[in-house]
């Protein structure tokens, strides 16, 4: 739908056609909704149902929803307070998330491929992500493949297929000061972590990241599950 954004509101959009690129030695970013978003851009209420292809590129960012979002960090002087401001909720993704090669790094994430700064809320993927590059960096998540700085509260993933050298069922890496809180996963992909490399700053938060089987998904909420 847009392929680079600044200074916007993307809101109440929806694709279900393939999205495709290629960059040969350039840097590319492909999602579903978005290639990649600022600092001053909102994401709300958009969601893909459409396959995502990212086929080559020097540096690679593939997402169900956004490709690559590099947000704004505030942080108060001389405080371990600090603000991410740029928001993507209320988000969904069902397509396949794929990255065939990059020359140099490449990420895949079922609604971000790499993130900074960004605010995810209510946002939720059910779309296979893979990562085929053979570069050392190559990262492949449920959620996000690599993230900084970032907070994620009330979203899930469920997916049946995760591939990547590097991969995490929700992040394969989260740095910065991250917050956690009401995350939820599938517990179908044995074996893979649900964020294999945690690189906190101080002031992080990382509460409530928990797994469930796809029976227990189908309900309306954690409350009636647990009733």
């Known amino acids: 739908i847009v392929g680079y954004c600044l ?23 492909v999602g579903g909704v978005v ?8 994401v709300s209420e958009t969601g893909n149902w459409g396959r995502v292809h990212a086929l080559n590129g020097k540096k690679v960012y593939a997402g169900g929803v956004v490709g690559r979002a590099s947000g704004y960090i505030y942080t108060m002087p001389g405080q371990q307070i600090f603000a991410v401001i740029t928001p993507v909720a209320y988000s969904f993704n069902y397509g396949p998330v794929t990255v065939k090669n990059s020359l140099e790094e490449s990420y895949a994430g079922g609604i971000i491929g790499w993130g900074k700064g960004v605010i995810m809320t209510t946002d939720y993927n059910r779309g296979n992500v893979k990562n085929e590059a053979k570069s050392a960096t190559a990262a492949a998540g449920g959620i996000v493949a690599v993230m900084d700085t970032l907070t994620m509260s009330s979203v899930y993933t469920y997916n049946d297929s995760l591939v990547g050298k590097n991969v995490g069922v929700v992040a394969y890496e989260a740095k910065g000061r991250y917050i956690f809180d009401g995350v939820i996963y599938g517990s179908n992909l044995d074996g893979i972590p649900d964020r294999a490399v945690l690189s906190p700053d101080s002031g992080s938060r990382d509460t409530a990241v928990e797994s469930y089987t796809f029976e227990e998904l189908k309900y309306s909420s954690i409350t009636e599950l647990t009733n």
């Open 35 to 42: 290639g990649v978003i600022d600092s001053n851009t909102t």
């Open 7 to 29: 200074l916007s509101t993307i809101s109440s959009v929806f694709n279900t056609g393939l999205v495709e690129g290629s960059a040969n030695s350039a840097t590319l970013m």
